[in-house]
């Protein structure tokens, strides 16, 4: 509590997806959920990717994208699976009939207070959820992306700067920074473009779960502006770089929301 904002009221739309089609991964809350209800806005249909246990999320955003005459396809798949990431890529375009943004957006995260404290088990999952599973889903989208395409990955602060409690997740982050990177100088000459964002502390679900509420209550206190974002102040981000109209010439950019900070590594 409070509920992450993710309606961004104070966004003004403008048309710049019309007619496109988006999957978004991890759609059903935090960034991913103001991300799609953005893109909705701007005129896209959306594919929500979710875990099954949070089908209810998932539901309450597909509400809202309807509301607003978009439509939301549900997917609930463990991304784990390299079947799952194949699947939901195929029934995008099988049931919305094709396919022009890719948001790699889902994570695993778990803090732990030192090295010893992280499991092989703990690595693998945060391996296969984080970035694996991206090179699966990004390769079976590169088959329906047409040129004017878009790939948008989801990184972290803790891929540029570290964090002693995220070691794994953080390594993870910088791997999808480098993939950004080499992706985008990869597709260049297909006029598909491929950008991160990169945002410090959000006040989101995988943020604060395994946290006390002491230390939740602290969350974000050490950014400039003294607080975490929201993800509706994260989310315009995503519609600039899947916006042709916006970013047509920015390829290969990790673009960080610090709330102020200026030091990214």
Same mark, same amino acid.
């Given at each position: ?15 710049? &997806? ?5 999957? *978004? ?16 806005? $701007? ?12 089908? !209810?999320?998932? $539901?309450?955003?597909? /509400? ?22 194949? !699947? ?8 919305? @009939? ?13 803090? #732990? ?8 088990? #703990?690595?693998?999952?945060?391996? !296969?959820?984080?970035? #694996? ?23 972290? *602060? ?26 985008? *100088?990869? &597709?260049? /000459?297909? @006029? ?7 945002? @410090?502390?959000?006040?989101?679900? &995988?943020?604060?779960? /395994? ?10 206190? @050490? ?8 993800? $509706?102040? *994260? ?17 290969? $950019? ?12």
């Amino acid at each position: 509590m409070p509920a992450p904002a993710f309606e961004a009221p104070q966004y003004r739309a403008a048309g710049k &997806l019309d007619g496109k089609v988006a999957l *978004i991964t991890g759609g059903d809350s935090g960034i991913g959920r103001a991300v799609a209800v953005l893109f909705a806005r $701007e005129g896209a249909d959306v594919a929500l990717v979710f875990l099954r246990q949070e089908r !209810r999320d998932a $539901e309450t955003v597909a /509400d809202v994208v309807g509301a607003l005459g978009r439509r939301a396809l549900l997917l609930p798949a463990d991304l784990q699976r390299a079947a799952a990431c194949r !699947r939901v890529v195929s029934e995008t375009v099988k049931r919305l @009939g094709r396919l022009d943004v890719l948001v790699n957006n889902a994570a695993y995260q778990a803090h #732990q207070p030192s090295l010893d404290a992280v499991t092989d088990a #703990q690595v693998a999952r945060t391996l !296969r959820v984080n970035v #694996q599973a991206m090179f699966t889903l990004t390769r079976e989208a590169l088959r329906h992306l047409p040129p004017g395409g878009a790939i948008v990955n989801t990184g972290s *602060i803790t891929g540029l700067e570290g964090h002693p409690e995220l070691l794994d997740y953080a390594a993870t982050k910088g791997a999808i920074h480098a993939f950004t990177k080499s992706l985008a *100088i990869s &597709l260049v /000459d297909r @006029g598909i473009r491929v950008n991160c964002v990169a945002p @410090g502390p959000v006040w989101t679900p &995988l943020n604060v779960a /395994d946290q006390s509420a002491a230390r939740v209550a602290q969350f974000g206190a @050490g950014t400039p502006m003294g607080r975490p974002a929201q993800p $509706e102040e *994260i989310a315009p981000a995503y519609v600039f770089f899947a916006s042709g109209a916006d970013s047509s010439y920015i390829t290969g $950019e990790v673009l960080t929301q610090l709330g102020g900070g200026t030091v990214a590594g």
